[in-house]
Nanobody
Framework: EVQLVESGGGSVQAEGSLRLSCESSGITYRGPCVGWFRQAPGKERERVATGDGYEHTAYAPSVKGRFTITRDKDKHAVYLQMDSLKPADTAMYYC?????????????????WGQGTQVTVS
């Protein structure tokens, strides 16, 4: 059974930074497609950043240049460094893993999800 646990959320002022962490268990190989998604109240869940097992990354246009996704394959952990935060970044942030091949960007293509961590920017 795959389990994902996010941490690192909180409240921060605009232009501040946060680093989210996602620790996983139950994943038997080192390089699945991983992603960070977010969902604000009344809005659909949207992709923030994804990364495949070959260090290829992709970002939503709204966060490109401000957010960075990294991973520690040995620890099965994924991180999201968020800089220059804006109030529009306020949302629940979720870590997700795709166990099948490929690294898409749609939330529905990811099968494993964490419980989320709240980020509030004022």
């Amino acid at each position: 059974e795959v389990q994902l646990v996010e941490s690192g959320g909180g409240s921060v002022q605009a232009e501040g930074s946060l680093r989210l962490s996602c620790e996983s268990s139950g994943i038997t190989y080192r390089g699945p497609c991983v992603g960070w998604f977010r969902q604000a109240p009344g809005k659909e869940r949207e992709r923030v950043a994804t990364g495949d097992g070959y260090e290829h990354t992709a970002y939503a246009p709204s966060v490109k240049g401000r957010f960075t996704i990294t991973r520690d394959k040995d620890k099965h952990a994924v991180y999201l460094q968020m800089d220059s935060l804006k109030p529009a970044d306020t949302a629940m942030y979720y870590c997700a893993v795709r166990l099948n091949s490929g690294c898409p960007t749609r939330a529905r293509d990811f099968s494993e999800w964490g419980q989320g961590t709240q980020v509030t920017v004022s």
